[in-house]
């Protein structure tokens, strides 16, 4: 497969069919969001039409700030009709991933974005809540495990 992953200190990402992939190694700063949604929205979301995002957090990334959570909210507000589904995937063992999950099930409530918003505990749950989802520009299981393990590589996180 052919994967154009694109980089930015801190976040990773890639485009698999209608599946962003986004690779948080350090901490999701204000910058790198804007960024990372201009993105999205400019070249991804119009050739989907819908579509589901897998948001990956090193277990040496961190909660925002709340100036980053405030865009992230308004942004969800404003151009979430695309997204099918958003999964959060707190990568790590113990509390900090506990402790991780929490947060993120808190700030989905806070935001409104229950309907969309999923928390997966490892990359194998995370491939089956966006498989559930299906559609036919959706990669298989196995497509998507292999992109996962491409943009961890290029980033330099460790995928256990």
Known sequence: MSLVIHQRPSVSYACVGDVAIVLWSSVPTLSANRWLIGELIASFMPK????????????????????????????????????????????GSGLGQSLMRTALRTLAMLGDTRKVVSIASSVEEAISVTRAEARPDTPSGSVLRNAIHEIFAAAGVPLS
């Open 48 to 91: 989907t039409g819908t579509c589901i995002i897998l948001v990956f957090l090193a277990p040496t990334a961190s909660i925002p700030d709340a100036e980053t959570r405030k865009l992230v909210q308004d942004t969800f507000r404003k151009d979430l009709d695309p997204v099918r589904r958003l999964v959060n995937v707190p990568l």
